[in-house]
């Protein structure tokens, strides 16, 4: 485990946006413990679709890997998978390598810094992409999901998770509350829960749970399921 996450505790003095830096990626593991509920839940969720629909001889993917969580949950399902894992983030990439030596020496794991949205896909038959669409623009966000679905193969899964938001005013101001409910007994003050959204305005944007499987319809996906729910936080399983 990391650092404690304190760094909005004096709020956003930088006025600085959000990025997955060498600060974050030292406090990443209490952040996201403490800020995403369900979050230990969806890893294990993770490991139980990957023991399901692993293929023997194929690739397994963890797009958006930051410390490689979901890799690891993917490999505790699944006997003999072979993960490759891709972020954008040269510290996270640097702190995978780090930790994860054996794993990357008996080749379980090969941990890549590449654009998620430009790397090669292919012979998958599970891919993950947690809490990863919501930091894309929205022109790349059909791209990836129809790549993923073109790169696995015919009764292969692709597990997302993400935060979305409400279209009724009401509930999202309900569910608003509530994780920030979350989030402030986690330990998080007021100022400090202020200052990271501050810091990720304009950097992350949701979108409804409709919108999410529309577009693994739209990609060709057969099976489009929520398969889990906390608060402002789904993931979703699709079948090719």
Known sequence: MGKQDNIYEEGNLSGLPFSFNQEVTEVFEDMIDRSVPGYKTSLKLIAQFSKKYYQANTNCYDIGCSLGASSLA????ANNAK???IDNSEAMITECNNRYGDLVADESIRFLQDDVCKSKLENASVI????VIQFLKLTERD???KKAFEALLPGGVLLISEKVHFTNKFQSRRLFQLHHSFKSANGYSDLEIAGKRDSLEGVLHTETQEVH???AISAGFSSAEKVLSNINFVTYKFVK
């Open 74 to 77: 993917i490999i505790s399902g």
């Open 83 to 85: 993960v490759i894992a």
């Open 128 to 131: 993950c992409i947690n809490y």
């Open 143 to 145: 791209k990836l999901i």
């Open 213 to 215: 499987i529309n577009r």
